[in-house]
């Protein structure tokens, strides 16, 4: 129901305008333009404090898609508490940052086996392979670290003000502050020259992502919940390659070097569960006898087939379950703040609230926060919160207030318009009615292209001088299509929406940059070329064309900004492994080294991935998660070092980077794709695409998708795991 489709008399109207004198005055003064809520919500002021306005703290926070602790409310400064719960997340930014510093500080650390002077303190950089990034003196890097640590000290401190004595209550916040003290008094330690050499920070650095961050404390939590299954499943797996390890040194130690010795044998049949080495271990014993291809086809269809998969299999399972756990969470938090705010704005204990208080709650919202909407629609959002019609809006009713006043605002927006002159509708008509301007766009990008391949196809200058004047026309007649499309659109905000308009406006702003830099000559006119060139992807826009096709992009695009954290998980894990192997390998390896004449590292003269400084391991740890020959570099490392033992690191490597922790993050990937194609199914079925038939003008704008969210329910459910969206929509 809309409050302009009420009539004047209606019962409903009436009741609504009368229901107090707090809702009257409210409305003068919002009529005027000078409504200030402050004097008429104090009157609820118990304690010395607003509800209202405490109770709007919640709300916003809510649709904002944090999560206001409810401590703060009943903090001893209500203003202040909530001020400094404000600052903590608006320092968002610079905490990101210092995070950031502290994960790439080792990339320019000097490796603490290198005990020479800057700029080469690990001798010649040929020699031993190393990444050729510059190294910073150590007082430089305990610089970068102090001054990251003060940023993250002073968020905590805000922390502690706005929780206060329940600040002991929150685990992540006392682990906040275990980790800055170790990261203190280690870092403390290091100046001194104390445990210098094995910098112990820079292992407690690697922890601040995962502590400081929430996306990554919710994938670490869920990560370290499904450890205990994927043990039991690992039991298994190693008492099965334990098992065939003895059965294929009893059967073939005779006759084949590769299970001589109950080792040997372990540790080739472990390699081959990878498919590392396949068909090689297994070659001789096979040529001397065929019959030994039924060992093998048994061992890699059990381990391979079976085991492997099964192992995926667990920890996918476990995974969804832990998600929506951490999804409850997150609904549960979401539903506290708006359940807390309703007992505030219920002072009278009767278990619902009237229009006047829904009213008042709206432009105390609308007074400090980023939703100064909210206000114009508080008649239409009664209405929708009122689902039983009797006037009162109860408990359960007002859970949904956040979706109700985002899809409010949305309303709001599109029915608002600019006042346009004839021409400027006329010319609107044109653009978004007609297909000419769009046959007329299209035909100048193909020529744009065609005039870029014969630029560079050909070898005479005079040619290419005068493809250059075609070149400059069509790059201005672009720039005039992106600002008669901004102006069309109504702005900047509606333009931006659409993907297709993004596109064109930073290739289009790219080529006149480009075009001025080479009428000054800076720089050669192949690169506008290049830009015309590129300007041809335009074409992938017939994707939606094929409606399979624009479902896989669009949920493609959907798990993007979603992957960070859990990607962010395994480069953390990779991390730790890379600086210990710097701390256990560094140097080891280099050109020259005898002892690696004759392995196949040196054959296929692998030097370059070693573990000698932080970035040339990182990038042998990436070489080790995608396995192939991964067991090259094992063995030359275990032939550097002189014992076997070395080979433990890498075997744990695979065991905690490959099998458990890049399969949760396959799990990942196929839990949010699955899910964002059924939940694009869904929505296709709800929102039919229009049909050719109907006219441009009833047809969604082109570029822009036909199932829209209001953009507060896309900032409300904003959390970076897409299960918790599923969650929030079944809830």
Known sequence: MNWDEIPEGNDLRRRFLSDSDIFTELEDKEDTGTMDAAPLLDRNDSRGQAPVRMAAALVEQAMEGRWMPVEVTYHK?????????????????????CILALVALPFFEIPVWCQGQLPYP??????????????????????????????????????????????????????????????IISAAASAAGVFEAFQLSMYLRVLVPVVFTRSLRVCFRVTIRIVHTFADIAVLLGLFILLSAYFATLIFRDAISEYEDYRTSLLNLFVLLTTANNPNVWADAYTADRRAFFFFFTYLVVGLFFLMNLVFTVIYDNYKAQMATEAEKRITARQQ?????????DTKQQEWIDGAKITALLNAISSYSQIPDSSKKSHEVFLALDRRGDFRIWKDEFDS??????????????????????????????IITEPVYDQMIWGLTLASVVVAICESEVTSNYIKNRLAIPEIVLGWIFVLDVLVKMSVIHGWTK???????????????????????????????????????????????????????????????????????????????????????????????????????????????????NY??????????????????????????????????????????????????????????????????????????????????????ESPRRGRSV????????????CQDLDNARRSSLA
């Open 77 to 97: 400064n209500f203003e202040s508490a909530k001020k400094a719960f404000l600052w903590y997340h608006r320092l968002y930014i610079p905490r990101a940052i």
């Open 122 to 183: 690990c001798g010649d950089p040929v020699t031993y392979q190393l990444s050729g990034l510059p190294y910073i003196d150590r007082w430089q890097s305990l610089l970068v670290e102090s001054l990251c640590l003060i940023m993250l000290m002073c968020s905590v401190a805000l922390q502690f003000y706005y929780l206060g004595s329940h600040f002991s209550g929150y685990s992540s916040a006392i682990i906040k502050v275990v980790l800055l003290t170790a990261l």
């Open 337 to 345: 703040s708006l359940r807390v705010a309703f007992v505030m704005l």
């Open 401 to 430: 207030f956040c979706d109700v006043v985002a899809n409010a605002i949305e309303r709001l927006r599109h029915e608002h318009r600019v006042p346009r002159s004839r021409a400027g509708e006329i010319l609107e008509h044109i």
């Open 495 to 609: 333009y931006w929406r659409i993907s297709l308009n993004q596109f064109d406006f930073l290739l289009t702003c790219l080529t006149t940059i480009t075009q001025v830099a080479v009428f000054f000559h800076l720089i050669e006119q192949h690169w506008v070329s290049i830009l015309f060139l590129v300007r041809g992807l335009r074409i992938c826009c017939f994707i939606e064309v094929v409606s399979r096709w624009h479902l896989m992009a669009q949920t493609v695009v959907h798990l993007i900004p979603a992957t960070a954290p859990i990607l962010a998980l395994q480069f953390i894990v990779c991390t730790l492994f890379s600086l210990l192997g710097v701390h256990l390998f560094g140097g080891k390896v280099y050109l020259g080294n005898r002892l690696l004449e004759d392995t196949d590292y040196a054959a296929g003269r692998l030097y370059a991935f």
């Open 612 to 697: 000698n400084d932080y970035a040339s391991a990182m990038v042998t740890s990436f070489n080790l998660c995608i396995v192939n020959n991964w067991y090259v570099i094992m063995d030359a490392y275990a032939v550097v070092t002189g014992t076997a033992w070395s080979r433990v690191f890498f075997l744990f490597f695979w065991a905690v980077a490959v099998a458990f922790t890049l399969n949760v993050v396959v799990a990942f990937f196929v839990e949010s794709f699955v899910f964002r194609m059924e939940q694009a199914k869904i929505d296709q079925k709800k929102n039919p695409a229009p049909s050719r038939s109907r006219s441009r003008s």
């Open 707 to 718: 199932i829209r969210r209001p953009p507060r329910m896309h900032h409300i459910f904003s």
